[in-house]
């Protein structure tokens, strides 16, 4: 009896210590003390509800957007939830809510500060966008914030495990296409290209120099052949092929720029990463992967889907909406549907293929 008492304590006191150290290690929400927080910027392919709360006509926070995961409208443009919601996901990380959201009290674990319509000049859409530049701004507030409840030292180490992820550029090109051509101005198409590129490693620089050290940016989706380009911008269903030219430049300038950065700034890591290949093998062959259509969109109007008003909010209150939206690479116009998003995540998240130098979970364990 004494020898089964002893064994009872003993293992009382292995679980205790077991509790012990698990209690230390993660916290009181279950999260590990040291995470890695997830900064997002760019436009509507990352917007998790910014434009709800100022007046602008670029919003998704209306039904059927939203409808297939969070079953109501958040303001994400897509049925239901993004890349940065996964790599948040598999970074063991909450949601992460945007900035502007009233009651966002705990930033420590990272920020949506994404605008749908935004670009990384100032002059697109200038009035009813957050600008790239403002979204840098935004975290600098934000870093403000967190010096003051952490300390300085926490805080500088928070930031510097932390990964910026950056989806931006398609609104500059295609504002100068859908909107106002004269910005392109007396620009050649190199030196366009080399202006919004500036303007985006600009904002990289300026997140170093508050103590970022870890980057992922997607280059440009085949603009040209989205359901938008075919039925919007061409009105043909054939390839908006004019854009092309700047789509090229920019993915090819875009990896030579963090090439550079790397080499420019101590300590900087960065995740180049080719959404472009991706999404034009799922729009060419569909079923490969596991798709139906591969070029209308599940939600919108006229050719291909391309006209951009799903839901009715915009342009006309009549629109067609797909049964099953599972089997569609597009959701709507520009956007695509959440199976695609995942299937990306994944990818970029421990893949290589799409991902160099470093894939997202290498950026992650710093």
Not at 67 to 86: A, H, I, L, N
Not at 217 to 226: I, R, V
């Amino acid at each position: 009896m004494a020898n089964i008492r002893y064994i009872q304590i003993l293992v009382f006191a292995l679980c205790s210590s077991l509790l012990i150290i698990t209690t230390q290690s993660h916290g009181h929400s279950g999260l590990p003390k040291r995470h890695a927080p997830l900064f997002i910027l760019g436009d509507s392919v990352f917007e998790a509800g910014n434009n709800n709360y100022f007046n602008t006509t670029a919003r998704a926070n209306y039904k059927p957007y939203g409808e297939t995961y969070f079953k109501y409208p958040t303001g994400r443009f897509s049925d239901g939830r993004q890349v940065p919601d996964f790599i948040a996901q598999y970074a063991k990380l909450p949601l992460i809510p945007p900035y502007l959201q009233p009651d966002l009290h705990d930033l420590s674990y990272g920020v949506n500060f994404a605008s749908a319509g935004s670009g990384a000049l100032d002059g697109t859409r200038q009035g009813s966008v957050i600008s790239l530049k403002t979204q840098l701004s935004n975290f600098k507030i934000v870093r403000k914030s967190l010096r003051k409840k952490l300390g300085d030292e926490k805080a500088k180490s928070l930031l510097s495990r932390a990964v910026y992820f950056f989806n931006t550029g398609s609104n500059d090109y295609l504002f100068a296409f859908d909107t106002d051509p004269t910005v392109l101005g007396s620009y050649s198409q190199q030196e366009y290209v080399d202006l919004v590129i500036g303007n985006m490693t600009a904002v990289v620089e300026g997140i170093y120099k508050r103590g970022g050290r870890n980057f992922a940016l997607l280059d440009l989706w085949p603009m040209a052949c989205l359901p938008y380009g075919r039925g919007t911008l061409q009105k043909k269903g054939a390839c908006f092929d004019t854009i092309t030219p700047y789509v090229t430049l920019h993915n090819k300038g875009l990896a030579n720029a963090l090439q550079k950065l790397e080499k420019k700034l101590e300590g900087f890591r960065y995740s180049f990463i080719s959404s472009n290949e991706f999404l034009t093998k799922r729009m060419n062959n569909p079923s490969k992967y596991g798709f139906v259509e591969g070029k209308v969109a599940c939600c919108g109007s006229g050719p291909y889907g391309g006209i951009f008003n799903c839901g009715g909010m915009k342009i006309s209150k009549k629109y067609n909406l797909c049964k099953n939206v599972s089997e569609y690479v597009f959701f709507d116009s520009s956007h695509p549907t959440e199976r695609v998003y995942e299937q990306f995540a994944k990818k970029i998240w421990s893949g290589n293929s799409i991902t160099a130098p470093y894939n997202l979970k290498a950026l992650f364990e710093n």
